[in-house]
């Protein structure tokens, strides 16, 4: 029997101005041109499949696509582009290359603000690459537990951060424990646009935010002005209780002399 590779990828948004994007026939005739920005993302992305194509050799692939796949609901902003079928069509593209080299493919919903209302885009997407999409999931996966879902809150500072997941961790922990459930090994989360890997091995849980694909938009320049969002995805390995981060460095913003 194989053993499995899980991928995590998450919060693609496209559609986003400052979000992952390749040159695309759009509804009305036009064609979107990626931004400087947003080649350097396809760039990494194109890196991130070709590696994941390469280290599948010999595994299972389960792909996990973390929801927010499109970024549909802030078309009131000067962020967006494409209509809404144009945004499905580019993410499914996208996406497509690592879903074809996938043995299963599982999505989650992501924010309404985005992919529309109980998050139908993200379903639809996932739905067009042969697979299922849920709020949250339980899954067995190589004799170890998977507790994913998009939806998380971390402190936006990076001294604190880790305090927040290692809350989660705990905090789904007891949970378990009070309901006689089994206890997660593994506990993912999307949505923050940051990657962060928390272990407490009193208790047995690791507790991990996946990286996403948007750069700074007006609204995290507001909310988190000097930080920098984590761009990449997650292989698991979970027979071996391996996450191996794929992190593409974002650049910080210039110094200017005066």
């Known amino acids: 029997?194989?053993?499995?590779?899980?991928?995590?990828?998450?919060?693609?948004h496209a559609g986003s101005k400052t979000a992952l994007a390749k040159r695309f026939d759009l509804d009305d005739g036009d064609i979107y041109t990626p931004s400087l920005s947003q080649?350097?993302?396809?760039?990494?992305?194109?890196?991130?499949?070709?590696?994941?194509?390469?280290?599948?050799?010999?595994?299972?692939v389960i792909l996990c696509i973390g929801g927010d796949t499109v970024d549909?609901?802030?078309h009131n902003s000067q962020q967006?582009?494409?209509t809404d079928?144009?945004?499905?069509?580019?993410?499914?593209?996208?996406l497509l290359p690592l879903a074809t080299m996938s043995d299963r493919v599982y999505g989650l919903r992501g924010t309404e603000a985005h992919t529309h209302q109980s998050g139908q885009y993200d379903v639809k997407v996932v739905e067009e690459l042969g697979g299922e999409c849920e709020y949250r999931y339980r899954l067995d996966v190589?004799?170890?537990?998977?507790?994913?879902?998009?939806?998380?809150?971390?402190?936006?500072?990076?001294?604190?951060?880790?305090?927040s997941l290692k809350a989660l961790g705990k905090d789904i922990y007891i949970t378990a424990l009070?309901?006689?459930?089994?206890?997660p090994n593994l506990v993912m989360r999307h949505h923050v646009h940051l990657y962060d890997d928390i272990s407490d091995h009193r208790i047995g849980v690791r507790t991990v935010t996946c990286p996403g694909w948007q750069?700074?938009?007006?609204?995290?320049r507001r909310i988190d002005p000097a930080g920098l969002p984590s761009v990449g995805g997650l292989l698991w390995y979970p027979r071996l209780s391996v996450v191996d981060a794929v992190i593409y460095k974002v650049a910080d913003d210039p110094i200017r002399k005066v």
Do not use: C, P
């Open 1 to 12: 029997m194989k053993d499995e590779l899980v991928i995590f990828v998450g919060d693609i």
């Open 39 to 60: 080649d350097w993302l396809y760039v990494n992305w194109q890196a991130l499949t070709k590696k994941v194509k390469k280290l599948s050799s010999g595994y299972r």
């Open 72 to 74: 549909n609901h802030h």
């Open 80 to 82: 967006v582009f494409g």
């Open 85 to 94: 079928v144009d945004q499905i069509n580019l993410v499914v593209s996208l």
């Open 142 to 163: 190589g004799g170890k537990l998977l507790d994913w879902a998009h939806h998380v809150n971390i402190g936006r500072r990076a001294h604190t951060r880790g305090n």
């Open 178 to 183: 009070e309901a006689g459930e089994r206890v």
């Open 215 to 220: 750069l700074h938009t007006a609204f995290t």
